[in-house]
Nanobody, 120 residues
Framework: QVQLVESGGGLVQAGGSLRLSCAASGRISSTIFMGWFRQAPGKEREFVARSKWNGASTYYADSVKGRFTIYRDSAKTTVYLQMNSLKPEDTAVYYC??????WGGGRGYWGQGTQVTVSS
């Protein structure tokens, strides 16, 4: 069982930065994927980024490549999403995810989401 709790969302102007955190607890294997999705109003949830818990095999959506970075604090069981050069189209609820079946994992786990709003 894995529990995920996001934090760090908020309101920022276009061009600004935010860092989202996903605190993980429970039994976490070093080989599972952790990642982020987002869902804008009226749109389907979309993939943003993922990485193995040990930091290997990192992937990004084309829309965020070069602007967002997923990484883990090795001293903590926390995964971060550093978001730079934010655009209004990045506005969405951001969800942390782990061990999804579509990532070759098991039962899959989701956080509760954190709102990110980028003003123009």
């Amino acid at each position: 069982q894995v529990q995920l709790v996001e934090s760090g969302g908020g309101l920022v102007q276009a061009g600004g930065s935010l860092r989202l955190s996903c605190a993980a607890s429970g039994r976490i294997s070093s080989t599972i994927f952790m990642g982020w999705f987002r869902q804008a109003p009226g749109k389907e949830r979309e993939f943003v980024a993922r990485s193995k818990w040990n930091g290997a095999s990192t992937y990004y959506a084309d829309s965020v490549k070069g602007r967002f970075t997923i990484y883990r604090d090795s001293a903590k069981t926390t995964v971060y999403l550093q978001m730079n050069s934010l655009k209004p189209e990045d506005t969405a609820v951001y969800y942390c995810a782990a061990d999804l079946p579509s990532w070759g994992g098991g039962r899959g786990y989701w956080g509760q989401g954190t709102q990110v709003t980028v003003s123009s």
